[in-house]
């Protein structure tokens, strides 16, 4: 697989917009598709990316992002590292087709169709005075602490298991491990310094990432009792998610 290096060998670009229309109909019909395997997911991210950065589209960065931890994931598995991998490919999976769904309706104009705490990420990229980091911030607050209880209950985690918890634990310890290859994706977007909230420093989004996976766990283990109200403890989960959402977007910014 290609690595994040060659995601960002291109030359530096200016301040990243919003191009409009940067998938062409094909891209769309791609991205409408859902996934079925883990090497589709890394396939189609990482071409995103491409696709976004060749445009100086700011949703790009994410995909950048993210393409550097599915790479670092599936390293792991080919090293096997984990104790069931086939379970970590599920979650995969999985997850990595929440981004999907959310990314096309977004782009298909259909922002009513996806969690609240996504509708909130893309609504800030019309805010005035956005900067791109809002938008990496909220849409890992998005992917992680709602998509990744949908993601749990989906694939029917044994919460009991100790080895599907060791492996949970495991890729969270490899997402802090790739936080490098993550700000090299965010130093290089663009010629100006990328920002981030104030008080949200590089070293605290590692932790804060971490804390919020622990919480999806434990979120997405409540959820999987409530058999009869389970829709209704996950719109709870979002609408927590939302919340945050809110104030992630609205903190000032400083250089770095």
Known sequence: MLS???????????????????????????????????????DLIHDLGLQFRSCNDIHGLFAEVYTSTLIAIDLKIKQHYFEDPDFVKKILVAHSDLYRKALYSEQSKQLSRMPESWQTAFKALHQKDFQPGTLLILSMNAHIAYDMVETLIKVKTPFQSDSAKNDYIKVTKILKSSMDDLWIAFRTYDH?????????????????????????????KKCSLETTNLALCLKKVDQEANRRSHYYKNLDFIMH
């Not at 590089?202 to 434990?218: D, G, I």
């Open 4 to 42: 994040i290096l060659f995601l960002i060998s291109s030359l530096g670009l200016s301040t990243p917009t919003l191009a409009s229309p940067c998938l062409s109909s094909s891209d769309l019909a791609r991205l409408s598709t859902p996934l079925q395997t883990s090497e589709e997911a890394l």
């Open 192 to 220: 100006n310094n990328l920002t981030l909230p104030k008080g949200i420093e590089e070293k605290l989004v590692v932790e804060w990432a971490a804390w919020m996976r622990n919480k999806a766990w434990r979120d997405a």
